[in-house]
């Protein structure tokens, strides 16, 4: 199961650069915007969860372009150093944590890292519609295409 969320996070960080290069193509900001940066402080909120430290962004912050760059970048390293060590054994330990608004919540990690995963794939969807809707081309990010491009081995 390791290897496969590992896989999964290869394909997040894919599948957001493309969404951001769709972006900042389409030179649309607004919404699709917002939303890719809420996906990339989500991402970062549960990494934090599951390390014990402090939120860093809040949950729907205002990043620029470059910013959202930025931290896809910084992300793709903080995740590859979170799972490269992990073990099976880990996947079902417990995480403790507190949501935005400060209810307690105890998950197994591995439910937390699909969350994460399919969290970000709803939001890129709902991008996705609303640049459809505007007129612009959204990045195509479908698993499958990532596997048969090469993207994802």
Request: aromatic content about 12%; glycine content about 6%; hydrophobic content about 45%.
């Amino acid at each position: 199961m390791l290897a496969h969320i590992r896989r999964l996070f290869v394909y997040d960080d894919w599948a957001n650069r493309e969404v951001l290069g769709a972006i900042r193509m389409a030179g649309c900001a607004g919404g699709p915007l917002k939303r890719m940066s809420h996906v990339l402080s989500a991402e970062r909120l549960w990494l934090e969860r599951m390390k014990g430290v402090g939120q860093t962004f809040a949950v729907w912050p205002d990043f620029s372009w470059q910013q959202c760059e930025a931290q896809a970048d910084e992300l793709a390293q903080l995740w590859k150093e979170f799972l490269s060590p992990a073990d099976e054994a880990e996947l079902a330990l417990p995480v403790r944590y507190r949501n935005s608004k400060g209810e307690s919540f105890t998950s197994q990690k591995e439910d937390v890292l699909l969350h994460v995963i399919t969290h970000s794939a709803y939001h890129r969807g709902q991008i996705a519609a609303e640049m459809r809707a505007a007129g612009f081309s959204p990045a195509y990010t479908d698993f499958i295409h990532a596997v048969r491009q090469g993207f994802v081995e």
